[in-house]
């Protein structure tokens, strides 16, 4: 183990300003907004593949905080919909948000950000990145974006990419990047005592794996609204099951949110069934307008129920 000690603002030491990548190594990069209520001080720590930053920081509630961007009342009312229906967030919830830098993660962070200041239940949410090290894909503005909103940020840099061409065997790599990112998503969840990790899917994301899964595999199934990992410690959300997607890129421009236009290049050089879905949507809405509205209702007992009280993830704030 190595210890490093870091200068003047949490967030620099460890982190990617122009440094060659490391291949093989998870690199964590933890920031929080500035203030003068915050020590400068932080703590590096390289554990063979991993370094952390860790600054001493005031209470939460005491950070201050720019102003989030007022997401429209129809995307809220939608979300709260989706949110109260799969009881997604319950009281004292620390919630991790996955964030890509597209405009479903921008939208579903602002949205959030909205729904705590009015919503009965109190929750927290904090905000991770997980920056696969993909040629043409940097979400590293973010490092910038989201302290100065008031949120604890972490930023995870992990070479999916290169351990792919290593490792991966038989699958697509679109499969294999989004297992990794989501066990790293996990790994910063329990790291930053998250009882809940939310995702920004939406409807229309909903509608083609539902189709992807009864072409292919001859399957009645789809992304679930809400549930429990496999290990049982960490509850998933997707607070956009109800929300169309040209609702969150009307927002995002609108706002305007700085969203990457492509999360990922390696997918989208090479479109693929879920692209041949998402048009083949966009065919038969043209002629069916309330297909949307439709499917949402078809889908519904698909997205399965939410989990009991009694599932409560053991590392929930009770």
Do not use: W
Not at 198 to 212: K, N, P, R, W, Y
Request: aromatic share 6%; net charge positive.
């Amino acid at each position: 183990m190595v210890i490093h000690t870091s200068g003047d603002r949490p967030g620099d030491a460890g982190c990617d300003n122009g440094s060659p990548r490391k291949v093989g190594q998870r690199n964590i990069c933890t920031s929080y907004p500035d203030t003068a209520l915050l020590r400068t001080a932080a703590t590096s720590l390289t554990i063979s593949s991993m370094s952390l930053i860790q600054p001493v920081v005031a209470p939460e509630s005491r950070l201050a905080a720019a102003q989030p961007a007022k997401p429209p009342e129809a995307l809220l009312r939608a979300a709260s919909r989706a949110i109260g229906e799969f009881r997604m967030i319950r009281p004292r919830d620390r919630i991790l948000l996955g964030l890509s830098g597209g405009k479903d993660s921008l939208s579903l962070l602002h949205v959030l950000l909205a729904l705590r200041l009015r919503s009965p239940v109190a929750f927290s949410v904090v905000v991770a990145t997980i920056d696969p090290c993909i040629d043409g894909y940097d979400p590293s503005f973010l490092k910038d974006y989201v302290p100065p909103l008031g949120v604890h940020f972490t930023y995870v840099r992990q070479e999916i990419v290169e351990r792919a061409r290593r490792t991966m065997r038989g699958d697509s790599f679109c499969s294999y990047c989004a297992r990794m990112r989501r066990g790293a998503l996990y790994r910063v969840a329990r790291e930053q005592g998250c009882n809940v990790l939310a995702l920004g899917q939406h409807l229309d994301d909903v509608a083609e794996s539902f189709l992807m899964s009864a072409f292919h595999e001859g399957r009645l199934r789809t992304m679930r609204a809400h549930y429990v990992n496999d290990a049982g410690d960490v509850r998933v959300i997707r607070p956009f099951v109800y929300v169309r997607e040209r609702q969150l890129a009307d927002f995002a421009r609108r706002a305007p949110l700085p969203a990457i236009r492509d999360n990922c290049p390696s997918c989208f050089s090479a479109p693929g069934e879920r692209q041949y879905m998402k048009q083949l949507l966009a065919a038969e809405e043209r002629r069916l307008p309330r297909l949307f509205p439709s499917l949402r209702q078809t889908l519904k007992p698909l997205l399965g129920e939410p989990p009991g009280e009694d599932s409560q993830p053991l590392g929930a704030h009770r």
